[in-house]
Antibody
Framework: EAQLFDSGGALVQPGGSLRLSCVASEFTFSSSAMNWVRQAPGKGLEWVSSILNSGSDTFYADSVRGRFTISRDNSKNTLYLQMNSLRAEDTAIYYC??????????WGQGTLVTVSS | EIVLTQSPGTLSLSPGERATLSCRASQSVSSYLAWYQQKPGQAPRLLIYDASKRATGIPATFSGSGSGTDFTLTISSLEPEDFAVYYCQQRNTWPLTFGQGTRLEIK
């Protein structure tokens, strides 16, 4: 069964930067599209960003476009989310998720990002 | 952006009862709709994709139906572990969007 381990969440000040990582195992990472989905405290799910298996195409929610960058290193089975110019409204648990045809079939355990002064 | 509206917001039922959850899209998503279950402190779990196909390991008590703009998730007989929050998600059009969720609670 596919395994995903998210990490990198922390407390950061508004305007700051953070990089999240997601290490994958037990499936062929280089063949899978990958995604980030977030959940603000007590709220619902919000899709953040997606990347094709080769990394050739990326997609972003309007709320993060221009501030966040998704990338991957297929040699390390690792997905990344570089987050810049962080805002209070970016506070959330961030989940990495594997997808098949953009259905999220496996999820990491989540990593908490808190943006506060 | 396609808006998904789930109803009801909260559904109170007893174990053994049948649950019917609704998801309505602001425009057609064809059959490209999925359902997820989320329990407190856990990541979501994929239940149903493409409106009616059960994901791996999902029991037959869960079923999905619908197409276009109106979709339903049915749990035929509630088990104690089924009480959770359920989300729908469309993949027909970017950006990918989720509904706001339906909380299924024990009556």
């Amino acid at each position: 069964e596919a395994q995903l381990f998210d990490s990198g969440g922390a407390l950061v000040q508004p305007g700051g930067s953070l990089r999240l990582s997601c290490v994958a195992s037990e499936f062929t990472f280089s063949s899978s599209a990958m995604n980030w989905v977030r959940q603000a405290p007590g709220k619902g799910l919000e899709w953040v960003s997606s990347i094709l298996n080769s990394g050739s195409d990326t997609f972003y929610a309007d709320s993060v476009r221009g501030r966040f960058t998704i990338s991957r290193d297929n040699s390390k089975n690792t997905l990344y989310l570089q987050m810049n110019s962080l805002r209070a409204e970016d506070t959330a648990i961030y989940y990495c998720a594997k997808s098949i045809n953009w259905n999220f079939d496996y999820w990491g355990q989540g990593t908490l990002v808190t943006v506060s002064s | 952006e396609i808006v998904l509206t789930q109803s009801p917001g909260t559904l109170s039922l007893s174990p053994g009862e049948r649950a019917t959850l609704s998801c309505r899209a602001s425009q057609s998503v064809s059959s490209y709709l999925a359902w997820y279950q989320q329990k407190p402190g856990q990541a979501p779990r994929l239940l149903i994709y493409d409106a009616s196909k059960r994901a791996t390991g999902i029991p037959a008590t869960f079923s999905g139906s619908g197409s276009g703009t109106d979709f339903t998730l049915t749990i035929s007989s509630l088990e104690p572990e089924d009480f959770a929050v359920y989300y729908c998600q469309q993949r027909n059009t970017w950006p990918l969007t989720f509904g706001q969720g339906t909380r299924l609670e024990i009556k």
